[in-house]
């Protein structure tokens, strides 16, 4: 009897009695459309202009469940209701496509035809199921004008076998709500189940928020990784001449201590990104706000490294966005020569901006132990290739003339393209 009487059973038998209380309204415009031709007596006691008003209340529900906002609700009916395996996912949101909207209204449909079929059946069936139970015991329901019984059934073994016959209407009328319930949760992940552009949307969706996750690493790895690896350098160098060197020692503290200031700034811009992504939903990944070239002098002053560095043109005429990544990237260069470049000789920084094209060589010297992408950390040069590849250019590394080269080509619009 579980099958019948279950909690999964009077659950998908109260989602019937809610299709069949949405259709009342088209079953009444049916009746009224039905009226408007046929004069044979009552309307409601005539099977014939019921099923006739039935017939007409379909295709009006039907037209009306196209409204994309019908398939977020039927969806939170169904999951609620219908006892759905995991396993079948539904869709979420608005119908937006034309197939979408037809399943919808395909599934809307189903649901209240079953339902008013059901409801209806549960309305009539029930009163007098128990109706029929209850002649043995009670005459004054054997002499009712309700149930309406002929003399010839005022027998006996009529009466004996009445109470199991009301108890088999019941029993039936739920093995009938049982099998519209087990149909509409079989049809619901079809009807109400993601189209293909409900799954390319929602894998679009996907890799807008990975690539968020990703902006937001890259933007932490290099911050945050090069301070520490500047403060981890100047601290060493620092304890090493602690008791002969103090002016350096003084120098070393001094960078260390504008070396954080600067990180817990930038660390304060990359939690400002990640509220407001939180808040609006997946930003538009590679254009982080940050330093940019023009804060170059001061990474450059306190990265631990000797730099020599020349600029060929004006990074001012460089788009804020372009600017912003080259100076990760320089960022990272930086960061790779103090973990793994040797020692001895200064780091030779060469910046050129060209007619659409900002150009970045970083050339350091080389050890036994180049930059590498480590397994579990040292995402830099991934990272670089990354923002490189989003502004529509290239970055590569490694030996050239015996040194570590870096070298980015970031692409921007000239002012001609713009217009």
């Known amino acids: 009897m579980t099958p019948l009487v279950g909690r999964r059973a009077r659950q998908r038998w109260l989602h019937l009695i809610i299709g069949g209380a949405l259709l009342m309204p088209y079953f009444l415009v049916g009746t009224v459309i039905v009226g408007l031709y046929r004069s044979d007596g009552d309307l409601f ?10 017939a007409y209340a379909l295709p009006m529900a039907a037209v009306t469940a196209l409204v994309p906002l ?43 035809g079953l339902g008013g079929v059901v409801s209806g059946m549960t309305l009539s069936l029930v009163p007098f199921a128990v109706g029929v139970i209850g002649l043995p015991f009670f005459t004054t329901v054997r002499d009712s004008a309700v149930l309406r ?19 088999a209407m019941l029993v039936a009328l739920a093995g009938c709500a049982a099998a519209a319930g087990a149909l509409l949760a079989d049809r619901a992940p079809v009807l109400l189940g993601p189209t293909p552009d409900d799954r390319l949307a929602a894998a679009e969706r ?22 520490l690896s500047a403060v981890t350098l100047q601290a060493g160098a620092a304890r090493r001449v602690l008791d002969s060197d103090p002016d350096f020692v003084r120098d070393a503290l001094t960078a260390i201590e504008e070396t954080t200031r600067r990180t817990v700034g930038e660390l304060d811009t990359v939690l400002g990104m990640l509220r407001r992504d939180d808040h609006d939903g997946a930003g538009a990944p590679g254009t982080p706000s940050g330093p940019a070239l023009d804060a170059l002098d001061g990474l450059l002053a306190h990265c631990g490294l000797p730099v020599a560095h020349t600029a060929d043109g004006d990074p001012r005429t460089v788009p804020a966005p372009v600017s912003r990544e080259a100076y ?19 780091v030779r920084l060469r910046i050129t901006v060209r007619a659409g094209e900002l150009e970045t060589v970083l050339d350091s010297p080389l050890s036994e132990r180049p930059a590498v992408v480590r397994p579990g950390g040292g995402r830099g040069l991934r990272g670089i290739a990354e923002r490189a590849v989003l502004l529509g250019g290239r970055a590569e590394a490694g030996e050239h003339e015996g040194r570590w080269r870096l070298t980015a080509r970031l692409p921007f619009p000239t002012p001609a393209e713009e217009q």
């Open 149 to 167: 019984l002929p003399s010839s059934m005022d027998r006996p073994w009529v009466m004996a076998l009445a109470p199991f016959a009301g108890i």
């Open 206 to 227: 996907r890799a807008a928020d990975l690539a968020v996750r990703n902006r937001l690493a890259r933007e932490l790895h290099d911050s945050v990784g090069h301070a």
């Open 45 to 54: 006691s005539s099977p014939v202009n019921q099923l006739t008003a039935f």
């Open 328 to 346: 990760r990237i320089v960022q990272e260069g930086l960061s790779n020569a103090l973990r793994h470049g040797g020692r001895g000789e200064p």
């Open 70 to 112: 019908v398939r977020p609700l039927s969806v939170a009916a169904a999951r609620a209701l219908c006892g759905l395996p995991p396993d079948r996912p539904l869709a979420d949101g608005p119908a937006r496509t034309r197939q979408a909207r037809v399943r919808s209204s395909a599934w809307f449909t189903l649901h209240v």
